[in-house]
């Protein structure tokens, strides 16, 4: 075993700065391992572009925190984990752990009744990346699937508790909660920002899967089989690189992440579709 | 004069699809124009990006048209027209015409009162364009400017008469309304899209810039001046080139342009970010 490698930080990516979220989570259950996080801003949302555009930004992306020496990466965006994953898996040999599966076992686990409700992005849900590996686990479990684009936006705006969400919550959400599920994945990193109105709207009953806490297990399970969690007492440290700095990035980087970041780092597109 | 010279197309670029409300607004002025239009898809919302960003992307889209050999390039985006404009005419020696001025001085000719709203997204409002472009022509008008980020989501998801559209345009706009103004700035290519809801909400009695209506006019101005019209008699062609062809493009484009785009030409990033 080579201790370096242990020492190696844990990489994220992200379509923007969403995936802080599950940076949070991360961090909350193994708090002594560093963490490089790549936000690409400067091209967010993938959730509504094609397939083809974010299995190419998936790659550069990966390829941008390979070269800054992650032991693993974790892809904490619902659209990139469920379109560009195995593309990845076959480019990039270190371990590479996205959100759907995790989120999708957390779900099988939590559901009693069988009925079991996905939200996300367009291009998360179009996909059926939620469903399928959800049927893959149990065949018998009844998956509905709905996109809610509105929530991404509603997030970033900071309108977690406003009567415009609760309406939009309501039109999104009233078919899911007519069908009785009673475990709610919520597939997109901006999602659990808004998990109060969700809950309010949904159901107090109904479980709500945040796949950035189920990922951060996975992560640790993952780490821990072949010996590469850190040995590391003193608590992680966190790097942050972006694509672009958008004009709002502070306000909404302190609402996902729970703190403040004082230094994030800008990384020139060019350098990122040349590597 | 050169004859041929007339005959190339009028170049459009917008940070997505949104321009092409402006593109229905040329080919009314102008039925017999050819017009090329490019929309940067793959990087689609410029709105929420630095200034940095929106001027080299700016500069690689009108670069992609004048490779196209076009006479004339209209920046349909307000975002890039109050970021880029004076980077882009540096830069290329044709006639390139934005949304800020045509809009600004459609709000001049409207307004009896003096008092002007502007709205648009948080780029062109953090830039303060639509203020200083209104207040260079005339100091003694009184501009006010209001960031409506949710309304292009909502107008991409096509919800233009919904209740929650309503509940967000009476937050965006209160502030407006309290203050009396007689005519509001649609600054941003979107907006047309929520006119009803808008005009609903900040009062019948107020009169609604559509800057791509303004701008339409203006492109026949400076074309005309320098005899570059034209002299084809027939419907003009039009020819759409996108950086991605995103799920819900073909919906979104029939409600923004009017009518049905049969084929659309996808542009690979590469190109763009080569020329």
């Not at 560093?34 to 992306?61: H, W």
């Not at 039109?171 to 007519?178: A, D």
């Not at 980087?253 to 004082?262: K, M, S």
Request: hydrophobic residues 40%.
């Amino acid at each position: 075993m080579n201790l370096n490698e242990n020492e190696k930080p844990i990489g994220v990516f992200d379509s923007g700065i969403g995936g802080l979220t599950v940076v949070k989570r991360i961090a909350s259950t193994l708090p002594n391992e560093n963490i490089i996080y790549f936000g690409d801003t400067a091209r967010v949302p993938y959730g509504s572009k094609s397939n083809l555009t974010v299995i190419e930004y998936s790659l550069q992306d990966a390829r941008f925190l390979i070269n800054k020496g992650v032991k693993a990466i974790v892809v904490a965006c619902n659209t990139a984990s469920s379109i560009a994953l195995d593309e990845l898996r076959k480019h990039f040999a270190l371990p590479i752990i996205g959100m759907i599966e995790p989120g999708a076992q957390a779900a099988k686990a939590a559901t009693k009744s069988g009925k079991i409700g996905v939200i996300g992005t367009r291009a998360t849900i179009g996909n059926k990346a939620y469903s399928e590996a959800i049927r893959k686990l149990d065949a018998k479990l009844d998956v509905v699937e709905r996109a809610c684009p509105l929530f991404v936006p509603l997030a970033e705006e900071g309108w977690i508790d406003h009567k415009a969400t609760y309406e939009i919550a309501e039109e999104y959400l009233k078919e899911l909660r007519s069908l009785n599920i009673d475990t709610l994945v919520l597939g997109c990193t901006h999602y659990p920002i808004l998990s109060k109105v969700i809950k309010k709207v949904i159901g107090e009953n109904v479980t709500l899967i945040d796949s950035g806490v189920a990922s951060a297990e996975i992560v640790e399970n993952e780490l821990n089989k072949i010996n590469l969690l850190t040995e590391n007492k003193l608590q992680g440290k966190q790097e942050f690189y972006v694509s672009d700095i958008p004009v709002k990035f502070k306000e909404v980087a302190d609402l996902f992440l729970g703190r403040t970041i004082n230094h994030v780092h800008k990384v020139d597109l060019e350098v990122l579709t040349e590597i």
